[in-house]
């Protein structure tokens, strides 16, 4: 069965300041995709990004970057120049190729402070 | 940009009471699911529907939930006989492709908030 674990419940850093946040999964099948998406306090899903397992390098998204660590079953996820309105809940997601849904880790809400 | 739909933004219903969450997919794509999130927690898959039926279930998607696609447009979830513990943020999302395609990514609607009393 796959799971998504993220360790950090809150994270706060300063605006215009690098973030890391982590996610680490555990799956035994060998393909398989990772995505992080964004919730503000509005409450909907924001896609940020995407890794496929097979990918050789990070993925990038303007500010965000994924970086990648397959043998350590890591998918961090790094804001650069955090701006304020960064500030909400980010949660770390897999898709199987033997499935179609997303599961989902606990999420970080991070704070970004002027 | 298309986006996903969904109806209403708040649900206030009795308990024992069904209700209809209604979404409007976006046009062109083929997949459709429903997650919730209760609040404080994570975002729990429930179902995901293709091709005018399930294609994947949760265990939390028992015999009070039901998908389904009545037009071309709109995809509803329905919960018979509601409980407290129903209470949650209730998402649509829809994809271009499903299972097999990993980098799809799912385009979510704003949610459905929905209380139970």
């Known amino acids: 069965a796959q799971k998504i674990t993220q360790t950090q419940p809150g994270m706060f850093v300063q605006e215009k300041e690098a973030v890391t946040l982590d996610c680490t999964y555990d799956?035994?099948?060998?393909?398989?995709?990772l995505f992080w998406y964004k919730q503000p306090s509005s409450g909907e899903m924001i896609f940020l990004i995407y890794?496929?397992?097979?990918?050789?390098q990070n993925a990038t998204e303007g500010r965000y970057s994924l970086n990648f660590q397959k043998a350590r079953k890591s998918a961090n996820l790094v804001i650069s120049a955090s701006q304020l309105g960064d500030s909400a809940m980010y949660f770390c997601a897999m898709r199987e190729t033997s499935g179609s849904r997303l599961t989902f880790g606990e999420g970080t809400q991070l704070t970004v402070n002027p | 940009e298309p986006e996903v739909t969904q109806t209403p933004s708040h649900q206030v219903t009795q308990m024992g009471q069904e209700v209809i969450l209604r979404c409007v997919p976006i046009?062109?794509?083929?997949?459709f699911y429903w997650y919730r999130q209760i609040l404080g927690q994570k975002v729990e898959f429930l179902v995901s529907f293709y091709n005018n039926e399930i294609s994947e279930k949760s265990e939390i998607f028992d015999d009070q939930f039901s998908v389904e696609r009545p037009d071309g447009s709109n995809f509803t979830l329905k919960i018979r006989s509601t409980k407290l513990e129903d209470s949650a943020m209730y998402f649509c999302?829809?994809?271009?492709?499903?299972?097999?395609?990993?980098?799809?990514?799912?385009?979510f609607g704003q949610g459905t908030r929905l209380t139970v009393v």
């Open positions: 799956t035994s099948d060998p393909s398989y995709g």
């Open positions: 999302a829809s994809t271009k492709r499903g299972q097999g395609k990993m980098n799809t990514e799912a385009f």
């Open positions: 046009s062109n794509h083929l997949y």
């Open positions: 890794q496929g397992s097979y990918d050789q």
